[in-house]
């Protein structure tokens, strides 16, 4: 399954938080904005610097991320997906940790229109 990934999806995996996707386990192809890295790698930094993980596991869990994004696909969002993607989350038809899975971005499998 392909599935567009976004950073709090990412971090939940990768700090082993509650909440994480069950169906990322069927994930073959990850795909992400281009935005993903600087995301998740200023996210941990924010963790070493206000305390909540030390030096080693700043380092191991920046190691693990570098690994982690070799298997993404990395792309350009386009307005069409951006705004679709922001227009859900306006009208509230957020659904929660689903809406991870949204359906601007099934588009990616069907290639450009």
Known sequence: ???????SVFLRILLNQKGC????????????SLLLKTEVLRTIDRLRVTGK????????LTSQVHESLNSVEFIRL????????????ASGQNRGRDAKFHEPCSRLDRGPR
Do not use: C
């Open 1 to 7: 399954m392909t599935a567009y990934i976004d950073s």
């Open 21 to 32: 996707l069950k169906e990322f386990q069927q994930v073959t192809k990850p795909v992400a």
């Open 53 to 60: 993980i030390n030096e080693d596991q700043f380092v191991t």
């Open 78 to 89: 386009s307005d069409s997906i951006v705004s679709s993607a922001g227009a859900s989350q």
